[in-house]
């Protein structure tokens, strides 16, 4: 059973950073592409960053590139979300993805908020 559990949201002003996390279990995590979406209120879920699995190779939505890195730690089943210089629209839960034999596996995502 695929279980995907994010940590690392909260409140932060304009300009601040936070690190989201999201430990994985139940799949093979060396070779899983993982992703990471968000959700704002009254807006659909959108996909923000994603991590290959044998390369690492990232990409970025176009409104957090440059802000935004993905890693992961393989010994750690561990994928991350590094976020610096945040907005108040980068407001929204962060969700944690990977897609496991066609099926889509969501973790049940993190708040994050930037406010003054």
């Known amino acids: 059973q695929v279980q995907l559990v994010e940590s690392g949201g909260g409140l932060v002003p304009p300009g601040g950073s936070l690190r989201l996390s999201c430990a994985a279990s139940?799949?093979?995590?060396?070779?899983?592409?993982m992703d990471w979406y968000r959700q704002a209120p009254g807006n659909q879920r959108e996909l923000v960053a994603t991590?290959?699995?044998?390369?690492?190779?990232?990409n970025y939505a176009d409104p957090v590139k440059v802000r935004f890195t993905i890693f992961r730690e393989n010994a750690k089943n561990t994928v991350h979300l590094q976020m610096n210089s945040l907005k108040p629209e980068d407001t929204a839960v962060y969700y944690c993805?990977?897609?496991?034999?066609?099926?889509?596996?969501w973790g049940q995502g993190t708040q994050v908020t930037v406010s003054s």
């Open positions: 993805h990977v897609k496991v034999d066609l099926r889509d596996n």
């Open positions: 139940g799949i093979t995590f060396a070779i899983a592409a």
């Open positions: 991590i290959t699995s044998i390369t690492s190779t990232s």
